[in-house]
């Protein structure tokens, strides 16, 4: 069993930065991705990352502000999130992607994290 847990949330202000941060009891050979739910929607994809980190995947509200990356020996993944906006306020998870399919889809990740709330007022 894998597990994962998110930290780095918080509340910011409009324009501001979080970096995300997700450690893994292990990560070998999988793909990661990170999440959002806002409240009364549905989990939507933000970014993800393979395992090489040589590809990276965006949705298009977060290209050019956000990075995703990853450190393997460390089991980490991380989400700079720049020039944050409120629309980004959600309970943002971070997943491992263990089976194949699109990375855009949560459908072929198989273990999640608990959760970190970003806020950001405006």
């Known amino acids: 069993q894998v597990q994962l847990v998110e930290s780095g949330g918080g509340l910011v202000q409009a324009g501001d930065s979080l970096r995300l941060s997700c450690a893994a009891s292990a990560l070998s050979g999988y793909g990661m991705g990170w999440f959002r739910q806002a409240p009364g929607k549905e989990r939507e994809f933000v970014a993800a990352?393979?395992?090489?980190?040589?590809?990276?995947y965006y949705t298009d509200s977060v290209k050019g502000r956000f990075t995703i990356s990853r450190d393997n020996a460390k089991n980490a993944v991380y989400l700079q999130m720049n020039s944050l906006k409120p629309e980004d306020t959600a309970v943002y998870f971070c997943?491992?992607?263990?089976?194949?399919?699109?990375?855009?889809?949560?459908?072929?990740?198989?273990?999640w994290g608990q959760g970190t709330q970003v806020t950001v007022s405006s």
């Open positions: 990352v393979t395992w090489s980190g040589r590809s990276t």
């Open positions: 997943a491992i992607k263990q089976f194949g399919g699109s990375y855009y889809s949560p459908t072929p990740y198989h273990y």
